[in-house]
């Protein structure tokens, strides 16, 4: 955990001590673990941005809790609307699960005031708050400039804003990941979280039975942080996916401009991007089944919504994988789908 602690404070710019930190088989199963175990389980309730990685929802509700979406906007979630969700809520609230660093689908992060105000209400009403980052080390901009909200004091990770007290701490789960900045196939991650939280998390059956990550993976990814291999390599990754985003930014600003909106991205993988009128009867859904024989693909925004409210007029797009030649191809083909698909 030491070398963990060390590349992680080193890239956060704030200490991070090896004894909060545990070793995950990546971030599914660490969302596995913490809603069979910590949240509670069957009957539970945990509450969701309402628009949020689709597939999380489905690890939470497995384990038999209910979801309950919370709104959120270009600073994430918003602490008075989410009071009123809390107060609303029949039984008690389990935890609440989030993404506040570049997030999917909207690529924002949540503002330092905001983060603050989330834990003095989880603290409030007694409920763990579930922060999913396997976006946190992929910003693309000066760590410190957190160009997503209004506050100057940077991006960072929730648990660094919840270790300024002690009561903040013990009420957040930190979930990272090295599957966005290593490999897509290395299924390694690691909880990072108050000592006492840790010490609830390794009695989990599957970590005692040995279904935790493979000791071989550790010890090379190990030694991938200790001899700077792997701050090298997430240099690179930054260089490359800052271009990939700033030829999507430039194409959909010259190709889509008269009838679509979105918000800049400082990081992560995803565009949010938001049509000003839609078709009669139709959503985004339709225009992606428009789009099957054109070229083009995306993520409808309503799929990213717990119960299908938000987001029908919305598209994620992933700007991670593609050239940038073949990013600006590809949003002029979505710009002629789009007009055709509204008979301009």
């Known amino acids: 955990m030491l070398i963990l602690a060390q590349m992680l404070s080193t890239c956060y710019g704030g200490a991070i001590l090896p004894d909060q930190l545990a070793v995950s088989s990546g971030i599914s199963s660490s969302l596995s673990i913490l809603a069979k175990g910590i949240v509670g389980g069957p009957g539970s309730l945990v509450l969701v941005e309402e628009n949020t990685y689709f597939l999380a929802g489905k690890i939470f509700e497995e384990a038999g809790a209910s979801l309950v979406p919370v709104p959120i906007d270009e600073e994430g979630i918003i602490p008075d609307k989410l009071e009123e969700v809390i107060q609303s809520c029949s039984s008690k609230v389990s935890a609440l699960y989030t993404i506040p660093i570049h997030h999917n689908p909207r690529g924002t992060v949540m503002s330092i005031s905001r983060q603050k105000a989330l834990m003095d209400l989880a603290v409030k009403y007694d409920f763990l708050v579930i922060s999913d980052e396997p976006y946190g080390l992929l910003y693309y901009d000066n760590p410190r400039d957190n160009h997503s909200g209004p506050s100057s004091e940077g ?100 190709e889509m401009s008269d009838f679509a909106t979105f918000h800049e ?30 070229g083009v693909g995306f993520l409808p925004g309503i799929r990213t919504s717990v119960d299908s409210s938000s987001g029908g007029d919305c598209i994620r797009l992933s700007f991670a994988f593609y050239t940038e030649s073949e990013i600006q191809s590809g949003i002029r083909k979505l710009a002629a789908a789009w007009r055709q698909f509204c008979g301009a």
């Open 155 to 254: 991006i960072r990770s929730l648990m660094q804003v919840a270790g300024e007290k002690e009561e903040w701490m013990r009420h957040c789960v930190v979930c990272g990941s090295f599957s966005k900045i290593l490999a897509p196939g290395l299924r390694l991650g690691w909880f990072h979280t108050h000592p006492d939280n840790i010490a609830k998390i390794m009695p989990s059956g599957v970590l005692l039975s040995g279904g935790g990550p493979p000791p071989v993976l550790v010890e090379a990814v190990t030694t991938l942080m200790k001899d700077g291999h792997l701050r090298e390599y997430l240099d690179e990754l930054r260089r490359i996916y800052a271009s990939r985003l700033g030829a999507m930014v430039t194409s959909l600003k010259e």
């Open 265 to 294: 991205p400082s990081g992560g993988y995803f565009l949010w991007l938001k049509f000003k009128k839609l078709p009669a009867g139709k959503d985004t859904t339709q225009f992606l089944e428009f789009c099957r024989d054109k």
